[in-house]
């Protein structure tokens, strides 16, 4: 499919951009058909549950190495245009009964990795910069002019929390999804941003125009 797809909008003079969520393994457990031989059979200590969805675990250097590897495999093998994320990073929180956030659970992997940190909200976000560069770099090496992008939440982070967000109350992609994609732009990291602004102009926690002026 994905050759075919890349042949027909060639034709018609379109980019093709692969579109990859690079940590969700499993949607709806429950549901979930998985074959034997699937790396979350292989691997199973790679992954975490929250919700009713299985994640990679972006804090192991080794899980890191081998999204990258995929999407480096990718590029070789298909005349894409770009590499793109879609907005899962870290997953988005979910609440209990109560209205609490529930943890991640990967506090055991944060005593096992973390060397520098005395937080797990930056380690996270420090996993995010090591594994976006590390993308990056695949990306340029195999096809250097394969652009490589991501779609972020449409909130970095709100004026509250830092003076250089956006005067919103959303949910804010560093804060939550520990991502920081301003600083992945800065640094030359990623190539374009798409930042996934759907709100309406009425939306009274993130409105539209606010946003796109941001």
């Avoid at 590897?69 to 093998?77: C, G, N």
Wanted: aromatic share 18%.
């Amino acid at each position: 499919p994905l050759k075919f797809m890349i042949k027909e909008c060639h034709k018609r003079n379109i980019e093709f951009h692969a579109w990859i969520n690079p940590f969700r393994a499993v949607a709806t457990i429950e549901y979930a058909d998985i074959a034997e031989n699937n790396i979350i059979n292989r691997k199973p200590e790679w992954f975490f549950t929250y919700g009713i969805n299985k994640f990679f675990d972006p804090g192991i250097p080794e899980v890191r190495k081998y999204v990258t590897m995929i999407i480096k495999d990718i590029v070789h093998r298909y005349d894409i245009d770009g590499i793109h994320f879609d907005d899962y990073f870290y997953p988005y929180p979910i609440k209990d009964e109560h209205k609490r956030i529930i943890p991640i659970p990967d506090f055991q992997t944060y005593k096992t990795y973390n060397t520098e940190f005395d937080n797990i909200a930056d380690w996270r976000r420090n996993n995010m910069d090591i594994f976006i560069k590390d993308v990056y770099d695949a990306v340029k090496s195999e096809k250097p002019y394969v652009k490589f992008g991501v779609a972020p939440s449409g909130v970095w982070r709100n004026k509250s929390k830092d003076p250089d967000g956006s005067d919103t109350r959303g949910l804010a992609h560093y804060d939550y999804l520990y991502s920081d994609v301003v600083k992945w732009l800065k640094n030359g990291w990623i190539d374009y941003v798409v930042p996934q602004i759907y709100c309406s102009v009425v939306n009274k926690y993130a409105d539209y125009i606010t946003l796109v002026n941001w």
